[in-house]
């Protein structure tokens, strides 16, 4: 079983940063892949970036590609996304999730409660 805290979100101003932190407690953090994925109000959850099990490979969303960095730290059960350039339409509730190599939510199996980022115009 795994457990996953999300921390960092907040309200800033379009063209700021924010550093999402999501902390994980339980046996298996350091054996998947880890997943940020957002939910604006009225849309569904989508992918936003994802690392594997040791850090090397990382993929992004279109959409946060060049402006977002995922990172981990196995030794710290912890892993980051930096958030720079934030735009309105980066507003949305944010969650962590461990699992397997992916950007599909389904192949996810564990969740954090979320953290909400809300950018202002």
């Known amino acids: 079983q795994v457990q996953l805290v999300e921390s960092g979100g907040g309200l800033v101003q379009a063209g700021g940063s924010l550093r999402l932190s999501c902390t994980a407690s339980?046996?298996?953090?350091?054996?998947?892949?880890m997943g940020w994925f957002r939910q604006a109000p009225g849309k569904e959850r989508e992918f936003v970036a994802a690392?594997?099990?040791?850090?090397?490979?990382?993929v992004y969303s279109e959409s946060v590609k060049g402006r977002f960095a995922i990172s981990r730290d196995n030794a710290r059960n912890t892993v980051y996304l930096q958030m720079n350039s934030l735009q309105p339409e980066d507003t949305a509730v944010y969650y962590c999730?461990?699992?397997?190599?992916?950007?599909?939510?389904?192949?996810?199996?564990?969740w954090g409660q979320g953290t909400q980022v809300t950018v202002s115009s």
């Open positions: 999730a461990a699992g397997r190599w992916s950007a599909n939510a389904k192949d996810y199996d564990y």
């Open positions: 339980g046996r298996t953090f350091g054996s998947g892949a």
């Open positions: 690392i594997n099990l040791n850090g090397v490979l990382t």
